[in-house]
């Protein structure tokens, strides 16, 4: 497991491209994927890991025989101002998405926050494991060490999450989360998930 640097974004975007292409939410912003290398696909996980690097927040790794196979990025507790880098980056995903898909993603990320902690917390914001690797534990080993980051974090409570596949519910629930509200995104069910650091 490695921290990701600047330098390996392309791979971290080609893996959560490829690993998110089938997701049902991702199809409902982009309504017509067809294969990973779409610009939308490619330029909405590029400014997933852009805000990573550029706010010095963890974008984590897993390489098998030297190849990128698994990736998580994670938010940090405590409040940051983006720097003027990121809203550039911004403002290319939305030409290059378009407004009606910008709407869509905007209307997600709103949901979770409703149920969130208030208290300081980590966020898994995204976590993808290429199919050919999937079952391995390579994800396990991203969770784990959040888990830890998170209790050894002076002032996080725990991790939240939000998922819209059941079958991630069931995972996460594995893992010690809870499901703390759900929410409906045209036929879609948002599960927000929180996972308390051990006592």
């Known amino acids: 497991?490695?921290?990701?640097?600047?330098?390996?974004?392309?791979?971290?975007?080609?893996?959560?491209?490829?690993?998110?292409?089938?997701?049902?939410?991702?199809?409902?912003?982009?309504?017509?994927?067809?294969?990973?290398?779409?610009?939308?696909?490619?330029?909405?996980?590029?400014?997933c890991c852009r805000v990573r690097f550029d706010l010095g927040w963890p974008l984590m790794g897993v390489e098998s025989d030297g190849v990128l196979v698994a990736v998580a990025g994670i938010d940090e507790p405590g409040a940051v101002d983006w720097p003027q880098s990121l809203a550039a980056c911004y403002q290319s995903f939305q030409r290059v998405a378009g407004p009606d898909s910008v709407k869509r993603i905007e209307t997600y990320a709103s949901l979770p926050d409703q149920h969130r902690p208030k208290d300081p917390h980590f966020l898994l914001g995204m976590i993808g494991v290429l199919s050919g690797a999937q079952g391995r534990g390579h994800a396990r080993l991203l969770l784990d060490w959040l888990h830890d980051a998170s209790a050894s974090h002076p002032t996080s409570v725990g991790v939240a999450l939000d998922t819209s596949t059941n079958v991630n519910v069931s995972m996460y629930k594995h893992f010690g989360y809870e499901v703390l509200g759900c929410d409906d995104l045209v036929g879609h069910s948002i599960s927000t998930m929180y996972r308390p650091n051990p006592k």
């Not at 600047?6 to 975007?13: L, P, S």
């Open 1 to 47: 497991m490695v921290k990701l640097q600047r330098e390996q974004e392309d791979d971290a975007v080609a893996v959560l491209a490829a690993a998110f292409r089938h997701d049902p939410v991702v199809n409902y912003f982009f309504e017509d994927i067809t294969a990973s290398n779409d610009p939308r696909l490619q330029e909405l996980y590029r400014f």
